[in-house]
């Protein structure tokens, strides 16, 4: 009851004060008049929530004055009063939508109170149903708008919803630049032409400038002239404009109803402000998860360009390896054909010159096909893979470097593996960098160690060198991106190599005692079964 607002209607001013004085003990806000023409005015200028009017008053009757009233305020609660109490009167006050009847004279408080507390609760229950049925729609909504990500579909969605939800001619969003001070049009439901640009500069911008809530109707004594003159140029008998702030500037969210349509209700101002909120959200939602969206992918393709870069800084670290190996065989096939061309030689030499010089021929074909394999570009497919026949790969390749640095390799492989699930030049890399770095932590000779076992979890390939080992402090940055306790290097092959592990779904894990060596051990999971 506190703070329900009354709009006191009547030609006769003793009756209109003994309501005020009746209304005002009750705890009632009270307005008043004498005439229906002000109560009008009084009525544009503020709504109220109930209007107590006699039905015989000089000029525009108590029945009239509900019809205007109701067409400005819609959801209003009427009660009327009345000093012939006759059926028909009755009756008719049903019909006009009245929601009680007093009749005069009355010399208590008790059927005034009582009538204009009950017609005050009977509309209130009436607007919460009307609420909640109109929430449900709005709920459903809601889903569907937070499942949009495109910014632009979602701002086209929102301006038909708020259209076929308000039953509005036109709506239109708007985004007003809170630093600029510009506003430019994000989506357009409605009459087509240039109204949705005369809108911006009309009611959107009068909503931008006021930061609030705005329900613009000719009628409106307090309405500007030239904001009514838009209105009805534009062809507008009422309009809402809500703004909403967010952090990339101010949603407004403008409503339009045109000739014949009733005029908007506060019902339907807290709808489009709902609305408008629910959007904004929405919006600011879809605009992050692209940003992001383009983020993932530039990172993605940043993390490609690393992989690419320690794929070339390890074709520069196997340099010597490489000349080495394929030094060798042609330094070989060259004598087996300069000797196999010799004029004096028997046929069965010459023969088997050419079966020698034809082997080698072989091996080097294998060393490049081998090159080929490891460094050509393949679809990320995930395949069966032998581990022991992918170590094979890694070690022939690297044999020179060993040689040239003194370091033996010892491989300790199980016959009883099982293929592991993963994408062949992906975990050749992984391989790759942990001997190259393992050659490197021995510079002045030594054993590396590659073993291959079953485990519980898959497969299990150790690296043991017996170099100067790893520090507690580098321990804890080996597999950071850059981290480098060598001269050279881009500090990328570990990180990069248990990023591809992980996405394996495997692990790497490292022992080390300064001085002892380094143990780098990875774990693949196994193919899946069907």
Not at 167 to 185: K, N, Q, T
Request: glycine share 8%; charged share 25%.
């Amino acid at each position: 009851m506190s703070g329900d607002r009354v709009l006191v209607v009547d030609d006769e001013p003793g009756v209109v004060a003994l309501c005020r004085r009746f209304l005002t003990r009750a705890g009632y806000a009270v307005e008043t008049s004498v005439t229906a023409e002000d109560a009008l005015v009084k009525l544009g200028r503020q709504p109220v929530d109930l209007l107590l009017v006699d039905v015989r008053m000089p000029g525009m009757d108590g029945f009239e004055l509900m019809r205007e009233a109701r067409r400005r305020q819609p959801d209003l609660a009427v009660v009327v009063m009345t000093g012939f109490g006759t059926v028909e009167t009755a009756v008719r006050a049903l019909e006009e939508g009245a929601s009680g009847l007093v009749l005069k004279p009355f010399d208590s408080n008790v059927a005034v109170v009582r009538q204009v507390r009950l017609a005050i609760e009977a509309n209130r229950s009436r607007r919460e149903v009307a609420r909640s049925r109109a929430l449900r729609p709005l709920f459903d909504l809601a889903e569907v708008m937070f499942a949009e990500t495109e910014e632009a579909a979602l701002a086209q969605r929102v301006s038909s919803s708020v259209r076929s939800q308000l039953g509005c001619e036109s709506a239109g969003l708007y985004l007003h630049d809170d630093g600029s001070g510009s506003v430019r049009l994000l989506s357009w439901a409605g009459r087509e032409g240039e109204l949705s640009e005369a809108v911006r500069l009309g009611p959107v911008a009068w909503a931008a400038e006021g930061r609030a809530l705005a329900r613009f109707q000719p009628e409106d004594p307090t309405l500007l002239p030239e904001r009514r003159s838009w209105l009805e140029e534009h062809g507008f008998s009422s309009a809402l404009c809500c703004p909403v702030r967010r952090s990339q500037g101010t949603f407004l969210m403008f409503a339009g109803r045109g000739g014949g349509q009733p005029p908007f209700s506060g019902d339907d101002l807290e709808m489009l402000y709902l609305l408008t909120r629910q959007a904004a959200v929405a919006l600011e939602n879809a605009r992050l998860y692209g940003a992001l969206r383009a983020y993932v992918s530039e990172i993605e393709r940043s993390q490609q360009r690393l992989v690419q870069s320690e794929k070339l800084a390890a074709i520069g670290r196997l340099t010597a390896s490489i000349a080495h190996e394929v030094n060798n065989p042609l330094q070989s096939l060259r004598n087996c054909l300069d000797l196999a061309a010799r004029g004096d030689l028997a046929e069965e030499r010459r023969a088997e010159y050419l079966r020698m010089a034809q082997r080698e021929l072989e091996h080097l074909t294998s060393i490049v096909r081998q090159m080929l394999e490891f460094y050509r570009p393949e679809a990320a497919t995930r395949q069966s893979i032998d581990v022991n026949d992918l170590l094979h790969d890694v070690v022939l390749l690297t044999a020179g470097q060993c040689h040239d640095r003194g370091v033996e390799v010892v491989l300790t492989l199980s016959s009883e593996l099982p293929a592991v699930w993963g994408v062949p030049y992906q975990l050749k890399q992984v391989v790759m960098n942990m001997v190259l770095n393992a050659i490197e932590a021995m510079p002045d000779g030594g054993r590396l160690t590659i073993a291959s076992a079953p485990r519980a979890q898959g497969v299990e390939i150790t690296f043991r060198d017996t170099g100067r080992g790893i520090s507690k402090e580098e321990m804890a940055h080996i597999f950071e991106p850059f981290y480098t306790s060598k001269q050279t290097g881009t500090g990328l092959g570990l990180a990069i190599s248990y990023g591809i592990v992980a996405a394996h779904d495997g692990v790497i894990q490292v022992e080390s005692d300064p001085g002892a060596g380094a143990t780098f051990s990875v774990i693949l999971p196994p193919v899946p079964r069907l």
